[in-house]
């Protein structure tokens, strides 16, 4: 018997729940306290800021989570204000601070840190970190005030800059409205930024202490330091309230606007066996491509090539082999056997990409890479060891690495890369927040590979499948939010079947060709398997179980070369859509990235169109049952959805001809 899970597990695979961030207002000012830092700085309802925190980063770049101790916040209708002791500790060192945030009505903030190392503390970064969102302010003028007194009017990134975009920073000042600029300045050591969306996530980061000076260092104990950020507006506030997030959402399915792309998924070497032990539910699921890894440095070979063979054969789908070499100046003395043991299997891959051990770790831009292969040496290799096979290239990392080392576009047949979500947070918010910056990557993309080119991305899930930042993956034992650890736990909630819908409608707006996700099991998959991480409620369960992205993904694939229709939202940063039409039928999906409750009304006069829920009330339904979304669903009569938090819904209309 199927025992019931809580809410929490539902939603995101953990007991742990993110905490509630708490509003504070002044007037028009507006601000989310989140555990010691604030975020969505909002006047009159525009954002100015993304967020500003303290933080203390040690020398993996792993962030301590502060404790906080005494915290008063005090409101009054013109003023607020938050003081509180922050003490982080770890393996880096114990630092303990004062911090006292205050707003008022006219706009003005201060976020002001007086802070001392309770012993010698080993840090990469240790300071303040300002957020400035994208949306609305890509490509767009910024004046930037540089610590010898210059001003200079310049602009802030439209396509991702793969280099810090300035440098020296005292100050920044944004144009929030016409003839109202905000200025953030930051006081108390040198501020550089990073344009962030080179690792998805959703903002210009602006951080203390250059890269260019050597890190770790240490902060010797005793000696105290004070830092603070400050911000003002210069002209007419603007009217306006941020009172209601979430408003009701109207939603419009427009003309054709292209094709839907073909999605796949990745297998992970040492899934891959596993995979073939739910056949069923493999065939079910029904990609059009596998992404299946061959690490040389992991001895790779005949035994994960012949059960890539046999998913072939199960799933129909084309099978891309992603190989990484061990790195040698002989790529294609290493890809030889490999190619023997392809052509012995009778594999046909469509396709091939290769990638040397080298290119797995992050370099900096301006930093000698290590001996390797050039791009051409492995490309030519590749084409020798694989003749008439499609050859990929690009990253089998994330953009960041791509933006940073771009390979020549004419040796290639198509470009690729991946992306992590958590790599500098992971609390829900954030994590969802990172498909705002999928089509930045996409449009920057095919900026500097060409448009002719044609762009894959994935495998992508929530997990981080190897960190170039590091020595490894972050540990999950906790089963928590982690940045950078192979275990997320929200894989196996609602929380990744909403964040799937918005990454592929994301892909599928800006024209990709082909998006791969996750894994059929194991901690990137859609099948549950006993494993040697916690997996709670799904471990408790008899019989085969699969995770709310299951669906998804089974029913994506459904639409793969169908018609993609424009979708027109007035919430489109809570809600996601795709809508497509295949065989004389229209289809939408629909996804709620928020915890609360949304609202969507379909502002066009379907003849007939029925629903398809999985919502947090099914979630034991569609977890023992992996046909749970195959019916029709109920009749929906007044074109009005309500989804709850995370909830996925799809939508099958029958449109009359004049829309």
């Known amino acids: ?125 240790t300071g303040f970190v300002v957020l400035h969102p994208i949306e609305g302010l890509a490509g767009k003028p910024v004046k930037v005030l540089h610590e010898d007194g210059r001003e200079k009017l310049s602009l802030f990134p439209d396509y991702i800059d793969p280099k810090c975009p300035f440098t020296d920073i005292r100050a920044l000042s944004h144009e929030i409205v016409p003839g109202t600029w905000a200025t953030c ?119 994960e090539l012949e059960s890539y063979t046999a998913l072939a054969q199960l799933t129909g789908a084309g099978v891309v082999l992603e190989i990484i070499t061990k790195g040698t100046l002989d790529p294609f003395g290493e890809l030889v056997p490999l190619a023997d043991a392809v052509q012995n299997l009778r594999l046909n891959p469509e396709a091939v990409s290769v990638f040397p051990a080298q290119d797995m770790k992050s370099v900096q831009p301006g930093a000698p890479w290590p001996a390797m292969p050039s791009f051409e040496q492995n490309y030519a290799a590749a084409r020798r060891a694989f003749p008439g096979v499609p050859l990929g290239g690009g990253m089998a990392a994330y953009f960041t690495e791509l933006n940073r080392k771009r390979p020549p576009t004419g040796a290639l047949d198509y470009a690729t890369f991946t992306t992590c979500p958590n790599v500098h947070a992971a609390d829900d918010v954030s994590v969802m927040e990172t498909l705002q910056a999928i089509p930045h990557l996409i449009r920057s993309g095919c900026a500097f590979m060409g448009d002719r080119l044609p762009l894959r991305i994935g495998p992508s899930q929530l997990g981080c499948r190897e960190n170039p930042y590091g020595k490894s993956t972050a540990p999950n034992e906790a089963n928590g939010r982690v940045c950078l650890s192979r275990i997320d736990p929200r894989q196996r909630g609602l929380f990744n079947a909403a964040w799937t819908v918005g990454y592929f409608a994301a892909c599928a707006r800006e024209g990709i060709e082909a998006v791969a996700f996750g894994d059929f099991t194991g901690p990137f998959g859609y099948v549950h398997r006993k494993a040697d991480f916690v997996q709670p409620w799904f471990d408790e369960q008899d019989g085969r179980m699969v995770y709310p992205a299951f669906h998804v993904m089974a029913g994506l694939s459904k639409l793969s070369g169908a018609t993609l229709l424009s979708v027109g939202t007035s919430g489109a940063d809570s809600i996601a859509a795709i809508a497509a039409e295949k065989d004389g039928r229209t289809t939408l999906w629909l996804s709620n990235l928020t915890a609360k409750e949304q609202s969507v009304q379909l502002s066009d006069t379907p003849i007939s169109a029925r629903i398809a829920l999985l919502a947090a009330d099914q979630f034991e339904r569609a977890a023992a049952d992996p046909n749970f979304m195959e019916s029709p669903g109920r009749r929906l009569d007044d074109q009005f959805i309500s989804l709850d938090a995370y909830a996925v819904a799809r939508v099958d209309l029958h449109r009359s001809s004049s829309t």
Not at 8 to 36: K, M, Y
Not at 74 to 101: H, M, N, W
Not at 198 to 215: C, E, F
Request: charged content about 25%; proline content about 6%.
């Open 185 to 303: 300045t930051m006081e108390g050591d040198a501020f550089e930024m990073e344009d962030q969306r080179n690792w998805s996530d959703a903002s210009y980061k602006t951080y203390v202490r250059p890269l260019r000076r050597p890190w770790p260092y240490r902060l010797p104990k005793g000696e105290k330091f004070t830092q603070a950020v400050r911000l003002q507006l210069l002209g007419t506030l603007p009217a306006g309230s941020s009172k209601n997030p979430y408003p009701s959402i109207n939603l419009t399915i427009g003309r054709a606007i292209g094709r839907v792309p073909r999605i796949g998924i990745g297998v992970a070497a040492d899934e891959a066996k596993h995979a073939l032990e739910v056949p069923e539910l493999v065939r079910r699921l029904a990609p059009q491509w596998m992404v299946c890894q061959v690490d040389l440095r992991f001895g790779h070979g005949q035994d």
């Open 1 to 125: 018997m199927t025992t019931a899970a809580s809410r929490a597990i539902r939603l995101c695979g953990t007991e742990q729940v993110d905490p509630q961030l708490r509003t504070l207002r002044a007037g028009p000012l507006s601000v989310e306290f989140d555990n010691g830092a604030i975020r969505y700085v909002r006047i009159g309802g525009v954002e100015v800021l993304r967020g500003i925190s303290f933080l203390v980063r040690d020398e993996k770049w792993g962030t301590e989570t502060p404790v906080l101790d005494d915290l008063q916040i005090d409101e009054k209708p013109d003023a607020f204000s938050v003081a509180y002791r922050g003490t982080c500790a770890g393996a880096c060192g114990r630092l303990v601070y004062q911090a006292r945030i205050a707003g008022g009505s006219d706009g003005a903030l201060s976020f002001v840190v007086e802070a001392e190392p309770e012993t010698d503390v080993l840090t990469n970064r």
